[in-house]
């Protein structure tokens, strides 16, 4: 009974007095925008607690045809931080989220394009303003969201329910997270954890050259929407949990 009582109040102290709060609190939020001006432009949103903490940089919609990422990466602006930063790039790539498709034909697929370059291809300038907006907000961790078909080890491109990283950094909070959402699975498919080793990804260009710490999360596509976006969800829930644990309040 005791440790029932004292479990029920760690849950009310990680709803009331965690790293979020219901919008509305003290967290500010501003917007930024990359790639001004041209067909690849797209918007994101800072939410800054004003207090010391984790700064931590979610991207969603790198692939248009993954939408739970997306979904979710888009809700986080219903939370407000009691510390720390996030700074939320929803749809980087906002011609293919338009079109519902990986990319689309003129520009290229985004993820094997980074770090980009200054000038060059369109795909190209996207992924390097990309690249250097997530330079010059030094985050501790970027989160990466994406889904993909059914895991099958047999084909590549078949990563559902993988949480994928590089960083050594990376490798404790992944296996937590890994560990966090096959609790309660029940019939679904497990999370494993993989190492990226793609050139061209975000994930193995901002770990490499910037030495930052990126966890890709891909839900399984095949799976219904409703599941894969509460994974999302929870997946960003514990990682920004986790990460302020790190991070004590002065
Ligand atoms: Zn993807």
New binding site residues.
């Given amino acids: 009974m005791v440790k029932r009582l004292f479990l029920i109040m760690i849950v009310i102290f990680c709803i009331l007095g965690g790293c979020y709060s219901c919008a509305g609190s003290e967290g500010r939020e501003e917007t930024f925008i990359l790639c001004e001006g041209l067909d690849v432009e797209t918007t994101g949103f800072i939410i800054d607690s004003g207090q010391p903490g984790p700064v931590v940089y979610i991207v969603g919609g790198?692939?248009g045809n993954?939408p739970a990422g997306i979904a979710a990466a888009s809700a986080f602006s219903e939370y407000a931080l009691k510390k720390g930063r996030v700074i939320v790039l929803p749809r980087a790539n906002i011609e293919a989220v338009k079109a519902g498709e990986?990319s689309v034909y003129w520009l290229g697929d985004l993820?094997r394009a980074f770090p980009g370059k200054e000038r060059g291809l369109e795909v190209q300038e996207l992924a390097y303003e990309i690249f250097t907006h997530i330079a010059d907000q030094k985050p501790d961790i970027v989160l990466d969201l994406?889904?993909?078909r059914q895991r099958d080890p047999m084909k590549n491109y078949a990563l559902g329910n993988s949480i994928i990283f590089s960083h050594p950094e990376a490798l404790e909070p992944v296996m937590d997270s890994v560990d966090f959402l096959n609790r309660h699975r029940g019939n679904l498919t497990p999370f494993v954890y993989q190492i990226d080793s793609i050139p061209g990804t975000l994930n193995q260009s901002v770990t490499e050259i910037l030495d930052i710490p990126v966890i890709t999360l891909?839900t399984d596509v095949e799976a219904a929407f409703e599941s894969r976006v509460k994974d999302q969800k929870s997946f960003l829930d514990f990682m920004i949990s986790e990460w302020c644990s790190f991070f004590p309040s002065d």
Wanted: charged share 45%.
């Fill in positions: 790198i692939h993954e990986r993820n994406h889904e993909s891909e």
